[in-house]
């Protein structure tokens, strides 16, 4: 079976472009996460989604960023405009929830440079 | 600011030798996981512990989740370069879905 799929895998811009990083989850997984992880600040959850519903999305730095999961197969993260404060890797994960101890997927993560 | 607090945060050891790792929090979590996460890849799961005082073990490695369901320890007996990574703990809220990550143990087990 595939695992949770991203895109692009590397990404370098310039800041004040708009950055779109791409997730497809697990086939059957209802929740789908968000993470950012920096050597600073660790791995930070940014927003997940419950059956394509944003459920908390307190983790979300600012204005500038934004999530969305038009259907069950797919979910961007956008940044727009994107500083280099930005650089980070952003991984997608997906579950079949977590209150029962189920497992958390990882994808390989989005490797993300603003200079 | 951690939900989760991790220590230590570096550790380097020789093979063969012993350690712990520690997660600890304010916050009672209904289950605990650990993950082990290689560079350039995401985590993946080692263990879920859901009863507080519950320890599981995973050949060489004996996880422990305390009994107040606030913090749990990884221990790794005879270490193996194999065993180099960066493990993460993780807490799933007690009425919500979400899952908090630790900062990590960044381990490093030299030959």
């Known amino acids: 079976d595939a695992g949770v799929i991203q895109s692009p895998r590397h990404e370098v811009t310039e800041m004040g472009q708009e950055v779109t990083l791409r997730c497809k989850p697990i086939s059957g997984h209802d929740y789908l996460f968000w993470y950012r992880q920096t050597m600073m600040r660790g791995l930070e959850l940014l927003i997940y989604f419950n059956n394509n519903v944003p459920i908390d999305d307190s983790g979300m730095p600012e204005d500038r960023f934004s999530a969305k999961m038009p259907n069950a197969s797919f979910s961007t993260l956008k940044i727009q405009p994107s500083e280099p404060r930005d650089s980070a890797v952003y991984f997608c994960?997906?579950?079949?929830?977590?209150?029962?101890?189920?497992?958390?997927?990882f994808g390989e993560g989005s490797w993300l440079t603003v200079v | 600011t951690q939900l989760l607090e991790q220590s230590p945060q570096f550790l380097s050891i020789q093979e063969g030798e012993n350690l712990t790792v520690y997660c600890n929090s304010s916050s009672v979590f209904s289950s605990l996981q650990w993950y082990r996460q290689e560079p350039g890849e995401g985590p993946v799961l080692l263990v879920t512990v859901v009863t507080g005082g519950e320890v599981k073990k995973l050949k060489r490695l004996t996880f422990q989740f305390g009994d107040a369901r606030k913090d749990s320890s990884l221990h790794i007996t005879a270490a193996q370069p194999g065993d180099t990574g960066l493990y993460l703990c993780a807490g799933a809220g007690l009425y919500n879905n979400d899952m908090r990550f630790g900062a990590g143990t960044r381990l490093t087990v030299k030959p």
């Open positions: 994960a997906s579950s079949t929830g977590t209150l029962l101890g189920n497992t958390i997927y």
